[in-house]
């Protein structure tokens, strides 16, 4: 029977892929990809040769039916993002959704993502998080760090490097300049970096060396 496999896919080291995610990619009989370009570096290096459709956040409402009836038709797809798992602040949601309404199987497999790793390495408590995504970058932003400002749980946030700085800033104007907190940089790839230390200094240090790359923000919560 087909279905819809959502399948996380390494978030920099090609090797961080499981053996199941490739033998799933190789049987299937379609590839949905956030970017065909970026999967083909993927593919090409696993030598799998399934045929490959863009599906991204500009296409997803277009294009959602369209690959629903595809399954129903006996075809099973593998949805993968850039990077890490579909549906964790990349498209996914409303293609599982979708298939989830018209009584299509999901399985998801286990794998790769920024923001467990991150999380471990930043040494702060692990027990209970929340994951807040990418804060807005105009609209909304104020209100939504407001209302985390008594949140007691260690915070998760993707940040882009030309904001990280502000981003940085903001929240200590927020929740106090003191506040620990923990940037990890280019997760499993050659330049990884992970720098620990209170939002002001972290601040401070990256005014001085502009960051590049995916970063993952972690910071304590409210004791």
Do not use: W
């Amino acid at each position: 029977m087909s279905k819809l496999f959502v399948v996380p896919t390494p978030i920099g080291n090609l090797k961080d892929i499981t053996y199941r995610a490739v033998e799933v990619l190789v049987s299937a009989g379609l590839i949905l990809a956030e970017d065909t370009r970026q999967a083909g570096k993927l593919l090409s290096h696993y030598k799998i040769n399934t045929p490959v459709l863009s599906h991204h956040m500009f296409n997803e409402h277009r294009t959602v039916e369209a690959i629903c009836a595809r399954i129903l038709s006996g075809t099973t797809i593998a949805l993968i993002s850039d990077a890490g798992t579909p549906g964790i602040s990349d498209p996914g949601f409303l293609l599982v959704r979708t298939c989830i309404e018209k009584g299509i199987e999901v399985e998801t497999l286990p794998g790769a993502s920024a923001l467990l790793p991150a999380l471990v390495n930043s040494g702060l408590p692990c027990e209970r998080f929340c994951f807040e995504g990418f804060l807005p970058p105009k609209k909304g932003r104020n209100k939504r760090i407001n209302s985390l400002a008594d949140e007691t749980r260690t915070m998760i946030f993707y940040e882009s490097p030309f904001r990280l700085v502000r981003t940085l800033e903001d929240l200590a104007a927020c929740f106090g300049a003191g506040r620990e907190a923990s940037v990890s940089r280019e997760l499993t790839k050659i330049y990884e970096v992970n720098i620990r230390g209170t939002l002001e200094t972290l601040a401070g240090h990256f005014r001085d060396h502009a960051p590049k790359g995916e970063i993952v923000l972690i910071v304590a919560g409210k004791k």
